[in-house]
């Protein structure tokens, strides 16, 4: 591929958190995966967090009750949770957090927004995208949460 169309594909990017911080872990993998386009598994850790968010999203739309998480947390890991983990005593500290976690889960005390909300933007010219994971309101402003699994 030409030095030209490569320097299009990237003037015309939509940039965002992952593909940053895949072209600074290795720049390689950024070109694989987002100029050539090939295909990627599914890693362990990136699933996991993606099934978590799908679960608190579920939560704060309505789709499943608080005390239905845990359960649907164990019931749905090996579907949602794919890729080789490292070992198998890092499978049962995240299986078993997971759990813990939504046993113990305290939602949030505000007016819920929004939940898994996309936004663009634009800094410089460039175009950006980015996912808001919860968006509440108090009576102090609004609330943006980053939920972390790890």
Known sequence: MSDIIISSLLENA??????????EICPYRFYLRYIWETETKGRFYATYGLFIH?????????KIEKDELA???LKGFKKNVIGTCPNQSTFG????DGINYFNEFKPFEYQTLAVEKQVNFKIGGNRFVG???????DENGLI?????SN
């Open 131 to 137: 996912v808001i994971d919860y968006l509440g309101e």
């Open 144 to 148: 943006i949460v980053d939920h972390k």
């Open 54 to 62: 799908k679960l608190l999203q579920q939560y704060y739309t309505g």
């Open 93 to 96: 500290v995240y299986l078993n």
């Open 71 to 73: 359960f649907a947390f």
């Open 14 to 23: 939509v940039w965002s958190h992952s593909k940053i911080m895949c072209y």
